[in-house]
């Protein structure tokens, strides 16, 4: 039996608050159906709440969550987010990556 997996691209990119920098890492995944998927955006400046977006091909941006506290967890189906204690850093994270994950994420501060 021949197994087929596909094949998602899932592009990080960078986002700005003024001059301030947020710096996303990696930059570009590609990854397989059922992967676990995490990113990482870090600042050297202190954030109140920091933002995650997903933009679908074709679409524009849609806010999907929104950190406040330092320390602060946020799930929203399989995407779970997690703010730094001292606000400057944030992970987003998807368990068992699907076909309708595939999109941009960006981060926000």
């Known amino acids: 039996m021949l197994l087929i997996f596909s094949v998602f691209i899932l592009w990080i990119q960078l986002a700005w608050e003024n001059t301030q920098q947020l710096e996303q890492s990696p930059r570009f995944l590609s990854i397989q159906e059922g992967e676990i998927f995490t990113t990482y955006c870090n ?4 954030f109140t709440t920091f933002q995650w977006y997903r933009q ?20 929203q189906k399989r995407l779970t987010a997690q703010l730094g204690e001292a606000r400057k850093d944030s992970s987003l994270h998807i368990a068992v990556v699907q076909p309708e994950d595939t999109a941009f994420y960006l981060c926000a501060g």
Do not use: A, I
């Open 43 to 46: 600042s050297s400046s202190v």
């Open 56 to 75: 679908k091909p074709g679409e524009g941006p849609v806010l999907v969550l929104v950190l406040t506290k330092g320390g602060d967890m946020k799930k």
